[in-house]
């Protein structure tokens, strides 16, 4: 079981622009790959709900499919960033089981914040939004927000340069620095927008 990050979908392991995605790979050496999109995923609709909604409801659901249909007696899973946190806390729980090893991507359980992180905790910035009746947050541009997408994309623009994109600028200022510059080819850089919700 393949499972993705929050504000993105399965595609991130199907990307058509390397050589060979992470979904090939496994593949490749003799892996059954099961991805899914769980509530986070930009392939479904917004919706309000929880990280524990997940870990209670969608995790459980997708391993109990994998084992009915393969008749396997247990499966491994490759979790990554916030999809990552919601499984471990499904195991946790006890609500995951007949999972015999798990390989989690940027975070696990206990994740540890950057500083920046910290700073948009501590001033509450996501209180923030809802009070000027923001119900979500996009990198890129979301014509329900036009004012506030103006204001982070000549903020972002001005304190990011690695690159000219302003959808990268975003993302680092969302999610801090997701990858580095050198090892992304310029295909993939250049269909961000495609990835990210």
Excluded at 137 to 166: F, G, I, K, R
Aim: aromatic residues 10%; proline residues 4%; hydrophobic residues 45%.
């Amino acid at each position: 079981l393949v499972v993705h990050g929050g504000s993105v979908s399965s595609k991130m392991f199907t990307l058509p622009t390397v050589q060979q995605n992470f979904a090939e790979f496994l593949y490749l050496n003799g892996y059954d790959v099961w991805l899914i999109d769980w509530r986070a995923s930009i392939n479904l609709p917004v919706r309000l709900s929880t990280l524990a909604d997940a870990a209670q409801f969608d995790f459980p659901k997708a391993v109990d499919v994998i084992l009915k249909e393969t008749r396997a007696d247990s499966i491994q899973a490759v979790v990554h960033c916030i999809g990552s946190l919601a499984f471990f806390m499904s195991v946790q729980r006890g609500w995951v089981k007949k999972v015999r090893s798990i390989a989690g991507s940027a975070v696990a359980l206990h994740p540890i914040v950057g500083a920046v992180e910290k700073a948009k905790t501590a001033i509450h910035l996501a209180a923030q939004l809802r009070r000027l009746g923001m119900t979500e947050v996009s990198p890129l541009a979301d014509p329900m927000y036009p004012l506030y997408s103006l204001a982070v994309t000549a903020m972002v623009n001005s304190v990011h340069h690695e690159c000219t994109s302003t959808i990268c600028h975003k993302l680092t200022f969302m999610y801090g620095h997701v990858f580095l510059h050198k090892a992304l080819n310029l295909e993939t850089h250049q269909r961000l927008a495609e990835q990210f919700g």
